[in-house]
Structures are given as C-alpha cells and as structure tokens.
C-alpha cells in the first residue's frame, strides 16, 4: 500500500509505501478488507482523511469496497470511559436494559399506584444501574467478537485508469471476429514473435542482428503495459534493414500488405499507448486526466479515416471505451461526479474537453461545489464560542419565538453563495498567461480547496506496480530467507528513503 498528498503551497505531490505484506489465505474481499483496515489503523489513519483508495479491477477489490466502504460510522458519536456509543451499540445496550430491568418496571408501577397510601417509611427496591450497564457491556462485546467485520470501515473506491486502458488494449481487441483482420493480424505477429524469440535465445542471432541495425530490439512483456506496442514500433523504425535481417535468420519475410496492416496498427493503438504513459504518471499526473484523456482517445480513432486493415481494430477499442468508461461519455452519471469536478479545477482543461449537450451539467455541478465548499470553509472559520455565550440555552424559549433564520443569517447566506459563483465563474473565464499553471489556483481559495479535494487521487495503481522492481532487488538470492517483516521493513525503507 502507498500513500500520496498534495502540499497545499509548492502544489509537489509526496509519495510513500505504507506496507507491502503478505496475505494469509484466500484473497478473498473480506481478507483484503481486514488487511487494508489493519493498515490504515497501523498508522492511525482515519478513513474520512483518505480521498479515494486505488485499485486494479479484479473482483475481490471491487466487492471489498462495495460490502465496506458503506459502513460509514456518524461523525456524532458519544465517547465514554473508552467506549464509544453509536446508534446501533445503543441499540444492542438498550437490548439488554430491557431484558434485565423488566421487572423494576413492574414494581415502579405497582409503587406509583400506592403511593398515597403507603407510608413514607415502607421500603423500596433500588435498582443498580451499575450492574445493569455491565450485563449490557459484556453482551456487546459478546456480540463484537462475533461480529469483527463491523469495526472494517473502508473509503471511496475507483479502479486504475490505466489498467482499464490495458484491458480494452487486450481483451477486448481479442475478441475481435473480422476474418480478414485476423487471417492478417495471426500471420503479421506470428513472424515477429518468431523473430523476438530467436533473438532471445540465440547469441548468434542477437549478434547478427546487432551488426545490421546497430541497436537492440525490446521484446514483448506480458506485465509491462505497451511493451507489445513498443516492440512492433522499433520494428517499424528500422524497415528495411529487419528485411535483411530476417533474410540472414532465414525467417519467413512479412509480406507487404503486412507491413501495411503493422503501419496501420501503430496509428490506431499510438493514441492508447500515450493515454497510458500519461496515466501512470505520478509527480504530475492528477484525477482530473482521466476524462479528457478518454475522450480524446474516443475522438481520435473517430477521425482516423482510410482505414484497410485495422478498421475492426479501431471499432472495437472504441466499443471497449464506451463500455468500461460509459460514466465519462454520459456525465450525468453519478459516478461521473470526481471525474468531472477534478478535471474542471484542472486550470489546463476546465470545460474545453466537456461535450457540448453536458457543459451546463458541469458547470453547474461545478458551482454547486463551490457553494458547499463555501458554506463548510465559512463554518470552520466562525467565530470562537466565549464566555458570554455559554449561557445561552437561558433564552432558547425566545429564541424559539421567532424565525428559525434571522433576515441577517440570510442576506450573509445568500452573499456566501454568491461569492462562490462568482469565484468559480471567474475562473473559468480566466485568461492569463500562466492560466494552465496550478499557481493560479492560489487567487481562488475555493477552486483550491475542491482541486485538492478530488486531484490528490491519482488515476493509476501504478506506483503500488513499481514496488516490484525494488522487490527483485531487495529480495535477492543471497536474502531468500528473510521472513515477511524483515522483508516489508526493507521495502519500506528503500522506497521512502527519498522521502525522508
């Protein structure tokens, strides 16, 4: 697990790795869940701190996410002798009261009736509330061990861009069904693969290589996103000279509608591959690339024309889009909403990449956040309660009396909302040279405050997929014995050693 902020000032991002632990059983969502809890409450970190928590798309994070992100507890909780009561402890408390106190009622009743006609010195059962609330403690936490799963409370979920991208770039474009695009596709990347493997393996073949096209060639990864993209582009660059060299291997020459169809597949995958590099960014790279990226990806491949051979491919990573980012082409989803809001604080997009038929649902989405933001910035701001309103439970029967809100209380109201509209609208309207930097930012407090609210998520899980490497070095054959924290603490220290 890794950790990302935004200094409120200098706008730099920091970056640190909280854990890298080893799962015990089966990865299911409910030992991820107890897994990732028992991290954040490591560190003392509480949830209503954390923006959104970034994963890969497999089902066991989503359903996690899903069954424990709403078990959200109330703000409003009463704490006493290291006990906190909320509404459904209350409930199982006053459970028990009910069970154990049953008869204390009966003899309350019966003591009311007669209460003119019993003497002042007849006895009375007293009732000890001590013991009652201890019957009632111990049957709570009874209850708790029974139930583990509700102290797992988990934040804001949304799955990794770019590993999204990577499955449209994979799986959807496999299921394919045109036959002449997969008669030509089969037979281009058959001779390629042939060629990478005997590089590979043979020296010979490497050096002949070599001595022919003065470089070296990279060669497909199936964990490393755009390498496949990579490998045919370097290909492409050396042209005739990979003629000679399959001449030289004596391996089977790609025809020439081949090379066609391999030019035509670097123009259509090219504006993926970009969108993934941008994605996996960390230092600048923010939430708000997310949209305007898929977009322009979508409008991209619609504007390529002259297409012979990739056409299905171009059709189906456009079907892939719209499938796995329907919340970005139709903005009136709900989850659309982070989407939306980090990309218009983004002073390099604002409403620019927002369909025409959605600009006034953003822009107003937009201005509805600046006035909550407002509304919250203004309350934590208040004035400090003193001395002289200590008191002031004595004329709540007055206070009462009258309207619930003062013409005063009002007319400030109204001047706060009005205030964030024109903020938000004279940002957007802000034409300044240094316009695209985040510095313009610090002339609108509240656009800020919603930048850094819904931008310090950043799109990938990226980061979390670079520990790896530190891991191959850290854990190297003389180290094979190192037991998980010995090998945790090293990760940690080699990751944040920059950090600190």
């Not at 066991?60 to 409003?76: D, I, L, S």
């Amino acid at each position: 697990m890794t950790l990302h902020y935004i200094e409120e000032k200098s706008y730099n991002r920091f970056s640190y790795v909280l854990a890298c632990q080893r799962i015990e059983g089966s990865h299911n969502y409910s030992n991820i869940a107890k897994c990732i809890s028992k991290v954040m409450n490591s560190y003392k970190i509480n949830v209503t701190k954390i923006t959104h928590t970034v994963t890969d798309n497999a089902s066991n994070f989503g359903k996690a996410f899903r069954v424990y992100a709403q078990q959200f507890a109330p703000p409003e909780t009463v704490s006493k002798n290291n006990v906190t009561l909320d509404a459904q402890n209350i409930n199982i408390l006053m459970d028990a009261f009910d069970q154990n106190t049953e008869h204390h009622f009966e003899l309350e009743s019966e003591f009311l009736q007669n209460d003119v006609e019993n003497d002042p010195d007849d006895i009375i059962d007293v009732v000890n509330v001590s013991d009652i609330l201890t019957i009632a403690s111990n049957n709570y936490n009874e209850y708790s061990e029974d139930n583990d799963d509700l102290d797992i409370i988990l934040s804001n979920h949304i799955t990794c861009s770019a590993h999204t991208l990577n499955l449209v770039a994979t799986i959807d474009t496999s299921k394919i069904t045109n036959n002449q695009y997969k008669i030509i596709s089969r037979s281009a990347f058959g001779k390629l693969t042939a060629f990478w493997n005997l590089v590979s393996r043979s020296t010979m073949a490497s050096d002949v290589v070599f001595n022919i096209c003065k470089c070296k060639f990279p060669l497909p990864v199936i964990t490393r996103w755009n390498s496949f993209y990579d490998a045919i582009k370097k290909i492409m660059l050396c042209g005739e000279k990979i003629i000679e060299c399959f001449e030289k291997l004596k391996l089977s020459q790609l025809k020439t509608t081949e090379w066609n169809f391999l030019e035509e597949y670097i123009k259509v995958m090219q504006p993926l591959t970009t969108a993934l590099d941008k994605l996996q960014g960390e230092k600048s790279c923010y939430l708000g690339y997310v949209a305007p990226t898929i977009i322009a990806i979508r409008r991209i491949l619609l504007n390529q024309s002259h297409l012979t051979y990739c056409k299905p491919l171009s059709l189906s990573i456009i079907k892939g889009l719209e499938k796995r980012y329907s919340f970005i082409f139709d903005l009136n989803d709900p989850k659309s909403k982070p989407y939306i809001l980090s990309s218009v604080t983004l002073p390099k997009f604002k409403l620019s990449w927002v369909p025409s038929q959605f600009s006034d649902i953003c822009k107003n989405l937009f201005l509805l956040e600046c006035n909550e933001v407002c509304s919250i910035m203004n309350t934590e701001s208040g004035p400090s309660t003193t001395d002289n309103d200590s008191g002031d439970e004595f004329y709540t029967p007055i206070s009462n009396s009258q309207l619930s809100t003062s013409p005063l209380e009002s007319s400030n109201q109204h001047r706060s909302e009005n205030l964030a509209s024109v903020q938000g609208l004279s940002y957007l309207n802000s034409k300044k040279k240094d316009g695209k930097d985040l510095i313009i930012l610090d002339h609108y407090p509240i656009v800020k405050h919603i930048f850094l609210k819904y931008n310090t998520t950043l799109p990938s899980s990226a980061p979390v997929e670079r520990l790896f490497s530190n891991g191959s070095q850290i854990l190297t054959p003389r180290r094979n014995r190192l037991n998980d924290k010995t090998f945790e603490m090293l990760m940690c220290l080699k990751s944040n050693k920059f950090n600190v």
